[in-house]
């Protein structure tokens, strides 16, 4: 089964200043690699798809990359509705899918 | 418009079985390519995937938990129910479905999750 390793587990950031989320796999995935943001209290929310590619609505200071074991999430410049837990999650052969441990921004 | 919704006990007694169901709208699970996926989340805890049925009635399960959980459908009802047996207070989770695309992997659409709690 391929692990996930997020970092930081949480990121203190200023509002309008960019955060950077990393994930690690255990083994390559390709670009198989999906983001989501969960708000308190509500369901997981995909971001970014195939590691680069934004979901329908996601606004463009969301940003993915990386391929292979290395990926990045950034957010250019934070807003206050971008507080949150964000997870990456493979789906490189699947069964399994396997989710990452999360990394959680929160206001400087 | 696609939705999904979870529903179940919210409180179940240790070694019970859970029966968990996910009722949704806007696709078919016997639409080629359709797959419902039950992923839970311990509170303040990360995410973790359980199981996945597809259009097909193929069936997967996390390998740690497979001898407890059985999935199925109803593809008359748009309804995916899941099983889980002989119940632990570190089951105490939010149990969500969701839908994937068999051919991306990915989850585009969750239900809003229910609370279960194993307590005696």
């Known amino acids: 089964e391929i692990v996930m390793t997020q970092s930081p587990a949480t990121l203190s950031v200023s509002p309008g200043e960019r955060a950077t989320l990393s994930c690690r796999a255990s083994?390559?995935?390709?670009?198989?690699l999906a983001w989501y943001q969960q708000k308190p209290g509500q369901a997981p929310r995909l971001l970014i798809y195939?590691?680069?590619t934004r979901a329908t609505g996601i606004p463009a200071r969301f940003s993915g990359s990386g391929s292979g074991t290395e990926f990045t999430l950034t957010i250019s410049s934070l807003q206050s509705e971008d507080f949150a837990v964000y997870y990456c999650?493979?789906?490189?052969?699947?069964?399994?899918?396997?989710f990452g441990q999360g990394t959680k921004v929160e206001i400087k | 418009q696609v939705t999904l919704r979870e529903s179940g006990p919210a409180l179940v007694k240790p070694t019970q079985t859970l029966t968990l169901t996910c009722t949704f709208s806007?696709?078919?699970?016997?639409?080629?390519?359709?797959?419902v996926s039950w992923v839970r989340q311990p509170p303040g805890k990360a995410l973790e995937w359980l199981a996945l049925?597809?259009?097909?009635?193929?069936?997967y399960y996390s390998t740690s938990l497979k001898t407890r959980l059985t999935i199925s459908k109803d593809t008359s009802k748009n309804q995916v129910v899941l099983t889980m047996t002989n119940m632990d207070p570190v089951d105490t989770a939010t149990y969500y479905c969701?839908?994937?695309?068999?051919?991306?992997?990915?989850?585009?659409?969750w239900g809003q999750g229910t609370l279960v709690t194993v307590s005696s």
């Open positions: 083994q390559s995935v390709s670009s198989n």
């Open positions: 049925i597809d259009w097909d009635d193929d069936k």
């Open positions: 195939g590691a680069s």
């Open positions: 969701a839908r994937m695309d068999y051919d991306k992997g990915y989850f585009q659409h």
């Open positions: 999650q493979q789906y490189n052969n699947w069964p399994p899918v396997t």
């Open positions: 806007g696709f078919s699970l016997s639409t080629s390519g359709m797959c």
